[in-house]
């Protein structure tokens, strides 16, 4: 598994919404604004919570991957995050998302965790270094 | 084809970043800040412009589709948009996006051109409508 470093801890921590792209079985991408994403402190483990997923969880089952990025005018530089998911529907870990989730308000029905195991990352600043892979 | 609506075009023209997202073959998402994002006046076409598109462009070679939000904090609501593309890079169309681009900056490579026909556009926002076909 790959380690964010502490410096893109501390990026990763400002951000406010993530885009998260996934892709069904036949390839056809999915990208949507998410706020529930939690960087684990082992920093190869990030949480996302699933509270009105619908292609995403339907891509997620299907092809269990996915891809999100860290950039905002508040960020330093820009990286892309890949990794592999587990969807988990009960245990210790999906009691601990739900009373997380569920004391910041009880509107969100906090259904699922996706537990994303960091595989890559990568420069996503704009410029000639753009796409090359950093971990 | 699909074509925005007047009022999404307004949206998608507040917009100053996209999270452009595409597929590999083998369907790992990908996921990239764009700048160089123009809905073209018939509603149903987009140009993006690569300047610095390493996995970006290896996938739309592979798997010619891709997908995009528009929302951001002066956005109201929230969309995604997807497509298949086309890459341009030679006739009328090319010249004129190599012109538009060289006259912001000369620091941009302009390399190609990706015609996005717009396919779908789906209710992005959060809340249990999330997900639902629009367009």
Known sequence: ?????????????????????????????????????????DLETIWI????????????????????YVWGPEINGCFQIKGDVKIIDRGEEYDEMRKMVKAKSDRFPAKLLVKMKITDVFECKSGPDAGKKLL
Do not use: H, W, Y
């Open 1 to 41: 598994m790959v380690k964010l470093t502490d410096a893109m801890k501390t990026e990763f921590e400002k951000m406010k919404i993530f885009p998260l792209a996934t892709a069904s079985k036949d390839g056809v991408p999915n990208v949507i604004p998410i706020g529930m994403c939690f960087l684990q402190e």
């Open 49 to 68: 919570v699933d509270n009105f997923f619908l292609k995403t969880m339907e891509n997620l089952r299907a092809n269990p991957k996915c891809a999100i």
